[in-house]
């Protein structure tokens, strides 16, 4: 797949679920607005969002994991048909069992939503100073503040999780943090003074 428009019609024709327009273009403003040269991204998926990532400028670096096989050997064709391997790292493997030693100037969480809390808490040293962290899919399809819609138990589940980590980014004492009804919902949390 060459372009992005590609990759978006691949997603929605097999149902691989990639960040929603209005988020992207937020985290691509904010990359731009606050001069973001190092991202790390938890949940590659097919390489959407580092794509879009890398695109903001030339000196943008995105180092980015997929759980997945299959999603990251498209997220890997993905990267190389828009020539940005050099740009862009992928690692295949569990987030919560990989080590960086870099600083990022951004870490975007998107990968398992019942683990959010074990990566804010993980990468939360990988956080370059003034740099920020940005959690998607907050809302869960409006799930998280009508969780009456389902009725099924891992749902349930997961949206409990879910808002566990909205009541851990709200009461966390190293980190203030902004939600915003983009998308799926979106926070970003930057360290205290």
């Known amino acids: 797949m060459k372009n992005i428009t590609e990759i978006k019609e691949y997603a929605k024709e097999y ?11 937020f985290i691509c403003n904010y990359i731009r607005e606050y001069n973001v040269q190092t991202v790390l991204e938890l949940g590659t998926g097919i390489g959407y969002s580092a794509i879009r990532f890398a695109n903001v400028r030339d000196d943008i670096f995105v180092s980015t994991i997929e759980i997945d096989i299959e999603r990251y050997q498209q997220a ?5 048909d828009n020539q940005l ?14 080590t960086f030693k870099e600083k990022f100037d951004l870490i975007f969480i998107d990968a398992a939503k019942s683990q959010y809390i074990n ?22 399809h409006g799930m998280v503040d009508n969780p009456n819609s389902t009725q099924n138990y891992s749902t349930i589940k997961l949206i409990r999780k879910i808002r566990k980590y909205i009541t851990f980014l709200k009461e966390n004492k190293e980190f ?9 919902g979106i926070s970003v949390s930057t360290l205290l003074p």
């Not at 890997?76 to 190389?80: E, M």
């Open 76 to 80: 890997v064709r993905n990267i190389n």
């Open 176 to 184: 203030e943090t902004i939600f915003y009804s983009i998308g799926d």
């Open 85 to 98: 391997m050099s740009r862009i790292t992928i690692y295949l493997g569990n987030a919560l069992s990989y």
């Open 15 to 25: 149902s691989v679920p990639i960040i929603m327009d209005d988020s992207i273009d």
């Open 119 to 140: 990566f804010f808490e993980k990468y939360k040293n990988n956080l370059a100073e003034n740099g920020a962290i940005i959690s998607d899919n907050l809302f869960f």
